[in-house]
């Protein structure tokens, strides 16, 4: 499974951005995708994910009601909207894939298999 990034760029706080993840090679149905980012000196941090199968999504806390994650099954395409972006929102995203995770997997990133290449998203205020 090989998966691209895109969608990143710089923005005022308050605006929006759509990243975008595109899959290709074998992501089945029963694939969970999952946004992560990483700020500078912090760790890795959980943003999004989606069961491709049935759309069930899981998100941190601190995305609630700004950010929407949505697929495209037939495009083999991922989104995540961001909506009402902070300056605390500044990171490198990162798309990641695993086949078969439970809900309470989806949060953790060393359950992830597949990763791309992130997308730098910077909110200034």
């Known amino acids: 499974v090989q998966l691209q990034a895109s969608g990143g760029g710089s923005v005022q706080a308050g605006d929006s951005l759509r990243l975008s993840c595109a899959a290709s090679g074998r992501t089945s149905s029963g694939y969970v995708m999952g946004w992560f980012r990483q700020a500078p000196g912090k760790e890795r941090e959980f943003v999004a994910a989606i069961r491709r199968s049935d759309g069930t999504t899981r998100y941190a806390d601190s995305v609630k009601g700004r950010f929407t994650i949505s697929r495209d099954n037939a495009k083999n395409t991922v989104f995540l909207q961001m909506n009402s972006l902070k300056p605390e929102d500044t990171a490198v995203f990162y798309c990641?894939?695993?086949?078969?995770?439970?809900?309470?997997?989806?949060?953790?990133?060393?359950?992830?298999?597949?990763w791309g290449q992130g997308t730098l998203v910077t909110v200034s205020s």
């Open positions: 990641a894939a695993k086949y078969g995770l439970i809900y309470s997997e989806f949060a953790r990133w060393p359950n992830y298999d597949y």
